[in-house]
Every structure is written in C-alpha cells, then in structure tokens.
C-alpha cells in the first residue's frame, strides 16, 4: 500500500534510535469534487456532452422527459457535473437533505458543494454524520465503501474525518474482513459487492494515493477474468437494452438491477486500471453497444464509467476457463457464443447453464462428463476408472473430489505419480494431442 507520509532520516544508531515513522492521517487536501471524478473524468464527462455521444444523449434525454431516477441525489448531480444545470444541481440538493442513503448523500455534498449554502451545508453534513455513525456499526463491503466516501467528502468540514473513519477502514476492516481471509483461501467479497468495493478503491486512491489491491495482488489480478466468466452466456433482453446476467444463487427472474451494478463494477475496474491485460479483455468485453445501459437506473453509471475512447482486446482470445486452486473456484465455458454450455462452482454453489436453462447441482447430480471444447467436465462418480482419447492438448477437470487429498494417478506407459485435488475437490489434469490411454486415479490414505 502506498501512503503520503514523512518518515524520520535514519541517524546512526550508534548516536540515538530510530523514531518511530509518524502515523498516516489520511487527510485529503483535494478540492471538490473528491468522489469519483478526477481531473481526467471530468474532461470526459465534458467531451461526451460536447460531442453529444450516444451515452450523453440516452442520459439527457431520460433528464429531459423527467424520468423518475431510482439514485436521484447520484443522477441529478452528475448530469450538474457534465452540464453545470444549477436546476439539476439544485434537485440533487433537495433531494440529499431529506434522505438518508449515505453514500448518495456523500456524492451529492461532493459534486454540488458550490451550490449549498453555508446552513444547508451544515444541515447534510449532521445528516452524513448520523449515517456515519450508523454505517460504523456494519463490518459489509456496502457500508464500509460509503462511510470513506462520505468521511473523504467532510474532511475539512467536520472534524475527525479520517481519524474516526478511514484510519479504521485502511488500518484494521482491510486487514481483517479482506485480507486475512483471502490468504486463508476464502472468497470475501462477493459479485455483488464489486462496484462499492471500486467506489472505495477510486476514492482511496485519488486522494491519498492508496491502492488497496497491493496487499492480495493476485487475487485482485484476476477479478475481472472472474467477473467475465461469472455471467452467464446468454444475454437477457430487455425493452431498454440487453443483459448480461451475473451468477443467480438461486434459479429466479434475473434481477437487472443486480445486472445493471454488475456492468458498472467492471466498467469501473477498466476506469482504475487500464493497462493490464486482463483490464483490456474486460474493456473489449463490456464495449459493446448491445449492453449499454439505458434505463433510468443504469444510465448514469455507464455515463460516469465507461470510457468508448479506451482500447480493449477480443475477448474471444480470452481463456474460456478460470480455475483458481487456492479457492477451489471453477468456471468453464465451452465458448464465447451466446448458445455455450457453462459450468460454475464457488463454495457451496454449483451450476450449469445449457440451452437457456439454469440447474443448480449437487454432489450426485452430474453423472455424467460433459465435453466443452477441448476441456472435459469429469464428475468424481465415474473417475476412478476412465479412459482419454485425444485429439488436441485437452483438460480434464475432475469435479467434487475430497478437497486437499492426495490421490495416485496412473496413466498408461507412464510412472504412476501424486496428484492433489484442491480446496474446491477440483483435479485438473491435462493430456497432450494423439494421446489414448486408461486412468485410474485413487485416493491415497492419509496417515
């Protein structure tokens, strides 16, 4: 993690000890805006307006005909920001001093601080402070990201901003609901929370040059691999625009609100970083106007976040598996078209996706190996014994395994080796082209 502090010049220890390095204050000195919207958003948001791009005119004309938006405070002082419309400005306002959603509240304070006067002023920041305190009593990804947007937008305006309110974010809720379980292989932070967990990485880093990835870098590497392959193939329509739909728990109605938050947590991991490659697969992914969103509710997120301008790569050179040990998270895709066959598992979850269809599996519920590809799907039922003939270099993923055992891999014409399934009960195993044989894979004994 980086942090702006000032540390003591070493003296010689033979003269005096080392002092200890002062604790970080994180105190912004930023001016407003200080959510959301650096120097370089800001251009953009204009240009859009300006060039009267696809996105501008879908959120002006929604602000036009007075569409009912469902974050009011979020959409009114963002089209203030592109547009300087005092009117809008104004509506954000009012509607922030009598609400009581904290994070919106935050936005609004931030965005349309020229437009308070010094007793509304006031007034939303006792109502953010009460929020504060509320939001401090909950350890969630949700609450903790809003209370660090709204300390970030009253330090200066309220005292003991960062003391009472980002220190123990950063210092001890990170370490210890974030990172702590990510070394011990869990998964704490769920699809669902990927754009307040943005929010809090955009806001942390703009204005105290903080990048909360640095501590678990090869989980947060791989999160948009992840977050392209947790939706399912098949985009959903809708009158608006299409869908794409993230993992349901549940076979239900997809829920596009869920979907419309899941579009703007990626959009906004490429606006956070988009010079690795898997940020670029991701932009090549998302940037696709059958997805832009056009509704009331996602309008303004794909107008803050998206960035047409940006390069992305296909996608469909994209591996189309991600496998990740130390969790036990698997996803398969037989291909990038619309029509692939998925398969999912994370924790307890299990699902498959084929033919428009969702079915949630259990330890005996696939009885069968599925071919995706050239990845085989090998339920633990029918490994003991089983026989490959390939064609190309192919991987066998043999699903619902003891986690963490050891097993004895024999191959024939080859030395019979240890194999160990990982925390998810996945084997992957992988055979080179022109390549049959029988296998048999037993567990070992342990001692």
């Avoid at 696939?366 to 633990?380: E, F, H, S, W, Y």
Wanted: hydrophobic content about 40%.
């Amino acid at each position: 993690m980086t942090r702006r502090q000032l540390f003591p010049i070493l003296a010689p220890v033979a003269l005096r000890a080392q002092a200890p390095a002062p604790a970080a204050d994180y105190k912004t000195d930023r001016p407003h805006p200080r959510l959301l919207l650096p120097t370089r958003r800001v251009r953009l948001l204009q240009r859009e307006r300006e060039r009267e791009s696809l996105r501008w005119l879908a959120f002006q004309t929604l602000i036009a005909a007075k569409s009912p938006f469902p974050e009011q405070g979020f959409a009114m002082a963002l089209y203030y920001v592109a547009s300087g419309s005092k009117p809008h400005g104004r509506l954000a306002v009012e509607w922030a001093l009598g609400a009581s959603d904290l994070r919106q509240q935050a936005i609004v304070f931030d965005w349309c601080q020229d437009l308070l006067s010094p007793s509304e002023s006031k007034t939303l920041a006792a109502r953010m402070s009460d929020g504060l305190a509320k939001a401090a009593q909950s350890s969630t990804i949700a609450a903790s990201s809003a209370r660090v947007l709204a300390a970030v937008a009253l330090t200066g305006h309220l005292p003991g901003m960062p003391e009472k309110h980002i220190a123990p974010i950063v210092d001890s809720w990170w370490k210890d609901k974030i990172i702590a379980p990510i070394e011990k292989g869990d998964v704490p932070v769920d699809q669902k929370d990927h754009l307040a967990l943005l929010e809090l990485f955009h806001v942390l880093r703009d204005n105290l040059d903080i990048d909360l990835r640095e501590q678990a870098a090869k989980f947060f590497t791989t999160l948009p691999i992840f977050h392209i392959l947790a939706h399912y193939p098949a985009p959903f329509p809708a009158p608006e625009n299409e869908y794409r739909i993230p993992l349901m728990a549940a076979h239900q109605e997809p829920d596009l609100r869920e979907a419309t938050r899941s579009r703007a947590a990626g959009l906004a991991m490429v606006a956070y970083d988009n010079n690795s490659q898997e940020m670029q697969f991701l932009q090549g992914w998302l940037i696709n106007d059958r997805f832009l969103l056009r509704g009331p509710y996602g309008i303004p997120y794909e107008f803050l976040w998206a960035n047409p301008y940006q390069p992305g790569l296909s996608f469909h050179y994209l591996p189309n598996i991600y496998h990740d040990p130390r969790t036990g998270r698997l996803i398969i895709r037989s291909t990038w078209e619309d029509d692939a066959v998925w398969y999912y598992q994370a924790g307890k979850v299990r699902q498959m996706f084929e033919q428009g269809q969702i079915a949630n599996l259990d330890a005996n519920s696939l009885d069968k190996q599925i071919v995706m590809g050239n990845t085989v799907l090998l339920p633990a039922i029918m490994s003991p014994r089983f026989t490959i003939a390939t064609e190309e270099k192919t991987s066998y993923y043999v699903v619902g395994l003891t986690p963490n055992a050891i097993y004895g891999l024999e191959v024939d014409d080859e030395e019979i080796r240890d194999v160990r399934s990982d925390r998810g009960g996945v084997l992957d195993l992988t055979f080179p082209p022109k390549r049959t044989a029988a296998v048999l894979l037993r567990q070992v004994p342990s001692k």
